[in-house]
């Protein structure tokens, strides 16, 4: 069986393809990369596929039995058309299953409103391709806030507009452990998954970061108003406005949603302490490498 990954040189993508490698062999994973060369360290075999571009689509897709679609990174209108590319480019080459890697979401409410609302077209149009599918609904990746974590202890806090809204974080390691199996095994076709762990609060993700990283941090929580625009100031308006969006889609609720997880993969998501405890230990395992 042989499974391509679309986006497999980012980061969800490439921790995807890794869990894959691991249970069928790199023989039978095939990486889509808009940049091939960024995906080499892989070791399986990378051919060159575009969202925007059908016909290297079709190409990338020859041969293949079972696609991830990796949601893209592109603004809302865009991504529709270029999900529907590979999903037109698999039924063209004969696959026969895609799996779909959506979001957990308002559609309607919020700054993030926008992107849900692609994600779900996107399912929509995975569910009438006439193929076997699954999908996934991903939660907020952790790895962010840790990622973050030099600028929130040089300033003492993590600083949002989330208030006392409670968010199902997940990481990509455990998110690769739920598509290897939906994407492996039968059982999971036809199914919507939401992929998160249990639901925490801003303060008690900074509570248990200080416990795992020593750290002091407290939660500071501000108006929707003043993280917009700090946000927007910092990271641009396109990607300030999303991420202000998710923090008040916290706020609101949207993230309260039941976990499937186990559903997915037969065991409970790992907790926020195991999560960033894995990741900090990952973390230095692979600054030890770089340094021998």
Known sequence: MKIAVTSVSGKLGSTIAKQLISKIGKENVIGIARTPK?????????????????????LALQGIDAVLLVSGMDEPQKRIQQHRNVIEAAK????????????????EKNAFSPIVQSNRQTEKDVQESDLAWAI???????EPDLEYLD?????????????????????RTELAAAYTKMLTEEKHNGQVYNLM???????QLANVINQVYNTHLVFNAVSVQA???????????FIGTVIAGIYEGI??????????????????????LEMI???????YYNNQLRDM
């Open 92 to 107: 063209q080459n004969g696959v026969k299953k895609i799996v779909y890697t959506s979001i957990i979401g308002d559609e």
């Open 136 to 142: 996934g609904r991903n939660g907020i990746y952790i």
């Open 197 to 203: 762990g249990a639901p925490i609060t801003q303060a």
């Open 277 to 283: 405890t894995a990741f900090k230990a990952n973390k």
């Open 227 to 237: 993280y917009t625009a700090e946000r927007k100031a910092e990271l641009g308006e």
């Open 251 to 272: 706020r609101h609720g949207a993230y309260q949603v039941q976990s499937d997880f186990e559903k997915a993969t037969g065991r409970k998501h790992q907790s926020a």
């Open 38 to 58: 960024n995906a080499q360290h892989l070791g399986v075999e990378v051919r060159k596929g575009d969202y925007n571009s059908r016909e290297e689509l079709n």
């Open 151 to 171: 600028s929130y202890i040089k300033d003492g806090e993590i600083r949002n507009c989330a208030a006392d809204g409670t968010c199902g974080y997940t990481s």
